[in-house]
C-alpha cells in the first residue's frame, strides 16, 4: 500500500516560517498530483496548494504569495510557509493521487497523510 508521511510542523510566531515534508512510498506507477490541505479546530478541510502533474499549481487565495509548494522529487513534496498567521494554524495533511497496481488490476487512488499540526501563536 501507499504511505504518505509528513513533518516540520511545530509552533511559530506570527511572521515565523515553517517548511513541510511529505514523502511517499509504495508500488506508484504514476504520481498524477499532489498537494496540501489543511483543516482548522471546528472547520472543514480546504486546499492549501496543489498541481496536477505536468498542469498549474492552485494555492487558496489566503496564502498565495506567502507559501510556495515544491516538488523535490518524483516521490516528495514539501511547503514553504513564509508571514504565517494565526489563521494558518491546523492540521496539514498531504494528498495525493496515484496510479497503482492492486493485483492484476490498474487502480487510480487518492492517498492521504496522517497530517502535522501546525499552530501560529505568539
Known amino acids: 500500500q501507499v504511505q504518505l508521511v509528513e513533518s516540520g510542523g511545530g509552533l511559530v510566531q506570527p511572521g515565523g516560517s515553517l517548511r513541510l515534508s511529505c514523502a511517499a512510498s509504495g508500488p506508484i506507477l504514476s504520481f498524477n498530483g499532489m498537494g496540501w490541505y489543511r483543516q482548522a479546530p471546528g472547520k472543514e478541510r480546504e486546499v492549501v496548494a496543489a498541481f496536477v502533474t505536468g498542469g498549474p499549481t492552485n494555492y487558496a487565495d489566503s496564502v498565495k504569495g506567502r507559501f510556495t509548494i515544491y516538488r523535490d522529487a518524483k516521490n516528495t513534496v514539501s511547503l514553504q510557509m513564509n508571514g504565517l498567521r494565526p489563521e494558518d494554524t491546523g492540521n496539514y495533511y498531504c494528498?495525493?493521487?496515484?496510479?497503482?497496481?492492486?493485483?492484476?488490476?490498474?487502480?487510480?487512488?487518492?492517498?492521504w497523510g496522517n497530517g502535522t499540526l501546525v499552530t501560529v501563536s505568539s
Open positions: 494528498h495525493t493521487n496515484v496510479d497503482i497496481w492492486l493485483g492484476a488490476r490498474l487502480n487510480n487512488i487518492d492517498y
